[in-house]
């Protein structure tokens, strides 16, 4: 395997790449319309397509429309970094909602969760 991508279905590209690029604290390797990429950590790309667009690419019938409101998160993003902490008050000087603050889980990691601007789960966790 040369490089992983893994792509959120947005419901703005615009606002999902201003609230990635300052969670993260990172500049997009690709921002383009359709697409942002995102670098997370060597070989791990986080791209973030307009749900429209994967409806586009995939051709009516084949998934079921991303951008249905009130459904429940469909994916989180779970990412250990150096100072969960400061990562998650990004988060949420960016615009997330906590879900929980940071704290010792029972698997050893200590994690934050909150949630991004089109319902994914997004996580924070450093080991002690």
């Known amino acids: 395997m040369k490089r ?5 279905y947005v419901h703005d590209q615009a606002r999902a790449t201003r609230f990635y690029t300052h969670a993260l604290g990172v500049t ?10 995102l670098p997370l950590v060597e070989g791990a790309v986080l791209g973030l397509m307009p749900a ?10 084949g ?3 991303p951008r249905g409101e009130g459904l429940p998160p469909r994916a989180e993003v779970y990412l250990m970094v150096e100072d ?7 988060a949420l000087e960016a615009g997330a909602r906590e879900l929980s603050p940071l704290q010792a889980r029972d698997w050893g990691h ?3 969760y909150s949630l991004d601007l089109d319902g994914h789960v997004l996580a924070f966790a450093e080991e002690p």
């Open 84 to 90: 969960a902490g400061a990562h998650h008050a990004r």
């Open 4 to 8: 992983a991508y893994l792509v959120l």
């Open 28 to 37: 997009p390797l690709l921002d383009v319309p359709g697409m942002t990429e």
């Open 52 to 61: 429209a667009g994967i409806q586009r690419l995939l051709g009516p019938g």
């Open 110 to 112: 200590t994690v934050a």
């Open 63 to 65: 998934l079921p429309d």
